[in-house]
């Protein structure tokens, strides 16, 4: 099995300006083509891949992360988890963040969650609901754990592009232990809670054809966050950065969110 050892990737100069935190949690490299893409763009990025086994582990990681190779404060992209895990991060260190941008983030209210399994399973066939619930169940290795992402992409994308996956290093005991944690705390309104500490700008970027209601994200931050932004992209999923229709005007967001 191929492994990622080190615990970060960099593109551009060094130290970095802006972090972009990967999904999950536990899927380490997902955003790798993203990231990659903003240093051809002439951003110089951190990708931190986080590893601790709670909230709080990852929240700490994380700020160790930017200590040791960023030059705070910065620009943290979030994609999926990751939006959440920078909406808390930015709550408890915002002297260390300048914006912070929400790509794709999961619904921040329980309420808005329960209809996102049967809007995917309405875009797969018969025989892709069973073998994705099968992965979904089982401790796969490095086949089966490309084989979930590339089902979970045909429910989650409106028109990929033709980018190879990257390799991704999915953690199963991450994902189980931060996952129920966080879950715990959307039920609760802990995570709406802390969106009201944030106090740097901040963007929401969301595909429209993206399973995860793009109510859940902006009616929570309209009111918790008045000044953030919400922007929806037609004919984009949750992956915006692969989207042939999105992608460009998803980079160019965030150019100018960054600048």
Same mark, same amino acid.
């Given at each position: 099995?191929?492994?990622?050892?080190?615990?970060?990737?960099q593109y551009?100069?060094?130290?970095?300006?802006?972090?972009?935190l990967?999904?999950?949690?536990?899927g380490?490299?997902?955003?790798e083509?993203?990231?990659?893409?903003?240093?051809?763009?002439?951003h110089?990025?951190?990708e931190?891949?986080?590893?601790g086994?709670s909230?709080?582990?990852?929240?700490?990681? &994380?700020?160790?992360?930017?200590?040791?190779?960023?030059?705070?404060?910065?620009?943290?992209?979030?994609?999926?988890?990751g939006?959440?895990?920078?909406?808390?991060?930015?709550?408890?260190h915002?002297?260390?963040?300048r914006?912070?941008?929400?790509v794709?983030?999961?619904?921040?209210e329980?309420?808005?969650?329960?209809?996102?399994?049967?809007?995917?399973n309405?875009?797969?066939?018969h025989?892709?609901?069973?073998e &994705?619930?099968? &992965?979904?169940?089982?401790?796969?290795?490095?086949?089966d754990?490309?084989?979930f992402?590339?089902?979970s992409?045909?429910?989650?994308t409106?028109?990929?592009?033709?980018?190879?996956?990257?390799?991704?290093?999915?953690?199963?005991?991450?994902?189980?232990?931060?996952?129920?944690?966080?879950?715990?705390?959307?039920k609760?309104?802990?995570?709406?809670?802390?969106?009201?500490?944030?106090?740097?700008?901040?963007?929401?970027i969301?595909?429209?054809?993206?399973?995860?209601?793009?109510e859940?994200?902006? &009616?929570?931050?309209?009111?918790?966050?008045?000044?953030a932004?919400?922007?929806?992209?037609?004919?984009?999923?949750?992956?915006?950065?692969q989207?042939?229709?999105?992608?460009?005007?998803?980079y160019?967001?965030?150019?100018?969110?960054?600048?």
């Amino acid at each position: 099995m191929i492994e990622i050892r080190q615990d970060y990737r960099q593109y551009g100069d060094t130290p970095s300006s802006v972090v972009v935190l990967h999904g999950g949690p536990g899927g380490a490299g997902e955003v790798e083509p993203f990231a990659r893409e903003l240093g051809r763009r002439s951003h110089d990025v951190l990708e931190p891949f986080q590893k601790g086994r709670s909230v709080s582990a990852q929240v700490d990681e &994380l700020r160790s992360q930017i200590d040791a190779y960023c030059s705070p404060p910065v620009v943290v992209i979030g994609w999926s988890w990751g939006a959440w895990l920078g909406c808390l991060f930015a709550a408890r260190h915002n002297a260390l963040i300048r914006n912070l941008i929400l790509v794709g983030s999961g619904p921040f209210e329980a309420r808005f969650a329960s209809a996102i399994r049967a809007m995917k399973n309405s875009r797969l066939t018969h025989e892709q609901k069973i073998e &994705l619930e099968a &992965l979904r169940t089982e401790e796969g290795g490095v086949a089966d754990i490309a084989r979930f992402i590339e089902l979970s992409d045909v429910a989650d994308t409106y028109f990929r592009d033709n980018s190879p996956l990257p390799f991704v290093e999915f953690d199963s005991a991450i994902h189980g232990s931060v996952w129920a944690e966080a879950n715990e705390m959307r039920k609760s309104g802990a995570l709406v809670e802390a969106l009201s500490h944030i106090q740097c700008p901040v963007l929401a970027i969301h595909g429209d054809y993206d399973p995860r209601p793009s109510e859940g994200v902006r &009616l929570p931050l309209q009111t918790s966050l008045p000044e953030a932004q919400f922007v929806e992209l037609e004919r984009c999923g949750h992956k915006p950065w692969q989207e042939v229709h999105a992608k460009r005007s998803f980079y160019c967001l965030l150019d100018n969110a960054i600048t």
